[in-house]
T-cell receptor, first 113, second 115 residues
């Protein structure tokens, strides 16, 4: 089945540690995205990539880093510089033509203690 | 920039009641419009979409019509079920070359349906 796989589903880390969230897609989509979801705030874009080896900052990129070495993979690293990392993280992908609908993974809930 | 405004929730309805969730948007150009649904602890699933003025998107009994004159895309369902309880997000695509694939989301509206 084609889709987007995020792992792990739950992640616990100690404050000050970097952590990497995995996102893999087999939909052959060119574009991939990372969103952060907090209660009552909807989705906020962290980073996005439209082509391998290239990515752009979204609205809340500070404290995060990404890479896009393969079309299928777009891992997100939450660094110790991110002040409030506890959140639900969603990865998505899309083709680069209208209507640009995005397909989402199941999410990773990160808790920093 | 583009923006989406949704009615605040939670919206609480009895089973078989009529549902409307309001969504209005601000955008330059002609975005595609979407409704996504999120069940607890899961990612977002596309519910329906519309790509041009007067288009009606529909799926699983839900409908929404792209109204350019009122910049709205209200979600409706004639008879809700308990299984429709979820959070619903309105979204629109970008309208500039190179950023059209960047979706802008509303804050979400929680729907609770009771027996």
């Amino acid at each position: 089945d084609g889709g987007i796989t995020q792992s792990p589903k739950y992640l616990f880390r100690k404050e000050g540690q970097n952590v990497t969230l995995s996102c893999e897609q087999n939909l052959n989509h060119d574009a991939m995205y990372w969103y952060r979801q907090d209660p009552g705030q909807g989705l906020r874009l962290i980073y996005y990539s439209q082509i391998v080896n290239d990515f752009q900052k979204g609205d809340i990129a500070e404290g995060y880093s990404v890479s896009r070495e393969k079309k299928e993979s777009f891992p997100l690293t939450v660094t110790s510089a991110q002040k409030n990392p506890t959140a639900f993280y969603l990865c998505a992908s899309s083709i680069l033509r209208s209507p640009y609908e995005a397909f989402f993974g199941q999410g990773t809930r990160l808790t920093v203690v | 920039g583009n923006s989406v405004t949704q009615m605040e929730g939670p919206v609480t309805l009895s089973e078989e009641a009529f549902l409307t969730i309001n969504c209005t948007y601000t955008a330059t150009g002609y975005p595609s419009l979407f409704w996504y649904v999120q069940y607890p602890g899961e990612g977002l699933q596309l519910l329906l979409k519309a790509t041009k003025a007067d288009d009606k998107g529909s799926n699983k009994g839900f409908e929404a019509t792209y109204r350019k004159e009122t910049t709205s895309f209200h979600l409706e369902k004639g008879s809700v079920q308990v299984s429709d309880s979820a959070v619903y997000f309105c979204a629109l695509s970008g309208t500039s070359v190179g950023t059209a694939s960047k979706l802008t989301f509303g804050t979400g509206t929680r729907l609770q349906v009771t027996l």
